[in-house]
Structures are given as structure tokens and as C-alpha cells.
T-cell receptor, first 114, second 111 residues
Framework: NAGVTQTPKFQVLKTGQSMTLQCAQDMNHNSMYWYRQDPGMGLRLIYYSASEGTTDKGEVPNGYNVSRLNKREFSLRLESAAPSQTSVYFC?????????????FGPGTRLTVL | GQQVMQIPQYQHVQEGEDFTTYCNSSTTLSNIQWYKQRPGGHPVFLIQLVKSGEVKKQKRLTFQFGEAKKNSSLHITATQTTDVGTYFC???????????FGQGTRLTINP
């Protein structure tokens, strides 16, 4: 099993460009998440999906959109990238509800917006 | 604002010394999880605490959940270079569905 995979690993964008970060898991997990990690801020939840077909906002959803394409895949889209979105983005998944289940993280995408 | 506070932000120790990181919340937590992130890596689950006053051990790591379920700690005895990384707590506020991560404590070790 590959676990949680993310593409791309690195990306550089110019302000205003758009892009989609891809995430897939092969553990048959119900819940999936997108976090961003900034120095001194820990991990902040952007969006999550408790089950296929549902998505909910986290702490910092502004400037992002998500799609739970199927049970395996959960993508994060930046419509018009801004320098404030320079960060490391982690996708995660868990078997059950977000609050009590172990979360398994992908390797991360390092995004720089110039 | 940050609802789960973690201190210290950084800690540098000599190999063999002990290390402790603390996690505090102003509101009661239903449960708390701890994760470790190696430099350049991704967070990896260590443990979950659910009961008031709970103490769990994993080899040299001891995890505690406070009696009031508002704080937690991770203590490492006799650190080794393999302990290097950032340790995060993540708590669920009562009534909420999501975990809130602390800012993390970055541990560095002098061999």
C-alpha cells in the first residue's frame, strides 16, 4: 500500500496563477483533509471531507476550493494564487470521524507563490 | 485564534537529557493526539489519550492527559538523536468535530 500520495512535491507559481493539488489514499478511509503548515503556526485545517460527497470548511478556507472526487481522491484548488499562500500543504486521511481517528499524512507539497 | 497552545516552541538538549513539551487549552478537550514530524518529513501519529488523568508510555516516551482534560504533556527520557523532530499535540474541543493542532515543539539534540 502506498498510503497517502500527493502531487506535485514542489511547485512555484506566479501571483494570480491557478493550480490543483492532488491527493489520493489507498487505505479505504472515509475522511480526508487538507492542512497547511507555516513556521510557528503548526498545522491549520483548510478543508475536510468526512465522507464521499461531503466537504466542510476548516480554520483557513479562504482562497481555496476542494473536490472529493471519489472515496480515494481529494483535491485542493487555488484559483488565484497569492504570496500568502506560500506554504507546505499536507493531505491526510482517517478511517472514521475527524475527531477521534488517527490521521495518516501524505509527504506534502511545497508551494511557493512569487 | 490558536485554541491549543503548545510550549516551548523550540528546545535544544544534549543527548541523554530529558525533554518535555506541554499542550494547553482554555476549554475542555474530548481527546488529544500526539504526532511527530521528522525534519523534511510529514507528521506521524504517536498516540491518543481520551480519559481524564490518563498516562500512557511508549518506551522512553510518557504521555499524560490532565485531570481537567485541558492540558497534556509528552516527556522523553534520556533523549537520543533519533528523537529529533517537531512534536505536535492535536486536541478535539468538546462539541467540535475537528482536531486543532498546537504550534509544535521543535526538538534539536547535541550528540
Amino acid at each position: 500500500n502506498a498510503g497517502v500520495t500527493q502531487t506535485p512535491k514542489f511547485q512555484v507559481l506566479k501571483t494570480g496563477q491557478s493550480m490543483t493539488l492532488q491527493c489520493a489514499q489507498d487505505m479505504n478511509h472515509n475522511s480526508m483533509y487538507w492542512y497547511r503548515q507555516d513556521p510557528g503556526m503548526g498545522l491549520r485545517l483548510i478543508y475536510y471531507s468526512a465522507s464521499e460527497g461531503t466537504t466542510d470548511k476548516g480554520e483557513v478556507p479562504n482562497g481555496y476550493n476542494v473536490s472529493r472526487l471519489n472515496k480515494r481522491e481529494f483535491s485542493l484548488r487555488l484559483e488565484s494564487a497569492a504570496p500568502s499562500q506560500t506554504s507546505v500543504y499536507f493531505c491526510a486521511s482517517s478511517v472514521g470521524t475527524p475527531s477521534i481517528s488517527t490521521q495518516y499524512f501524505g509527504p506534502g507539497t511545497r508551494l511557493t507563490v512569487l | 485564534g490558536q485554541q491549543v497552545m503548545q510550549i516551548p516552541q523550540y528546545q535544544h538538549v544534549q543527548e541523554g537529557e530529558d525533554f518535555t513539551t506541554y499542550c494547553n487549552s482554555s476549554t475542555t478537550l474530548s481527546n488529544i493526539q500526539w504526532y511527530k514530524q521528522r525534519p523534511g518529513g510529514h507528521p506521524v501519529f504517536l498516540i491518543q489519550l481520551v480519559k481524564s488523568g490518563e498516562v500512557k508510555k511508549q518506551k522512553r516516551l510518557t504521555f499524560q492527559f490532565g485531570e481537567a482534560k485541558k492540558n497534556s504533556s509528552l516527556h522523553i527520557t534520556a533523549t537520543q538523536t533519533t528523537d529529533v523532530g517537531t512534536y505536535f499535540c492535536a486536541g478535539r474541543l468538546q462539541g467540535a468535530q475537528k482536531l486543532v493542532f498546537g504550534q509544535g515543539t521543535r526538538l534539536t539534540i547535541n550528540p
